[in-house]
């Protein structure tokens, strides 16, 4: 069941997008000076179900408050398309210039998206310039190199990378 496609077809379900509190929110987000206030943060957080131990740079985006996120999580300038849940666990990293994008088109019918779900385990280091495709889950404890995207599952404890990113070696992976 965790990967059961959603359909978003013309005239039937709505898409998840960001209302006009979590547009506000994000450009808020953008002004380095404002952010800086420990209520904007907390503001930011309750917008879109982050934890409050949730760091984030001023580059970081959603589409939709879709994400449910644990603690100590670091997403960064990391861009989410959620039109499908996305869960990442805890004390998982991303570095800089990631994506995580829950739909694609149907190739048959190109007005209809379809999405499903992104699941990231707990303790994942995403490197850098990392995309994350519809449907894929990675497991704990996993590290993900720079400019893979993930297509498949990847599952934990390991290092994985390339274009289709692809298992290189298991590893104990835990961070500090």
């Known amino acids: 069941m965790k990967n059961v496609p959603i359909y978003f077809e013309i005239g ?39 934890p409050y131990t949730t ?56 007005s209809t998206v379809i999405a499903k779900p992104v699941t990231i385990g707990k303790n994942v280091w995403i490197t850098t310039n990392v995309t994350i495709l519809p449907g894929v889950s990675i497991g704990d404890n996993t590290v993900i190199g720079a400019g893979s995207v993930v297509v498949n599952d990847i599952p934990n404890g390991v290092f994985a990378t390339g274009n289709p990113c692809k298992v290189i070696k298991k590893i104990d992976f835990r961070k500090i």
């Open 55 to 110: 760091s984030y740079s001023k580059d970081f985006f959603t589409s939709a408050p879709n994400i449910f996120i644990e603690n100590n999580v670091g997403l960064n300038d990391t861009f989410i398309l959620a039109y499908a849940p996305v869960t990442i666990g805890e004390g998982s990293s991303f570095s800089f210039r990631n994506m995580i994008i829950t739909s694609t088109h149907d190739l048959e019918n190109f």
């Open 12 to 50: 039937g379900l709505v898409r998840p997008h960001n209302g006009k509190k979590e547009r506000l929110l994000l450009m808020l987000n953008k002004l380095i000076i404002v952010r800086s206030f420990p209520f904007i943060k907390r503001l930011f957080c309750n917008g879109f179900n982050l």
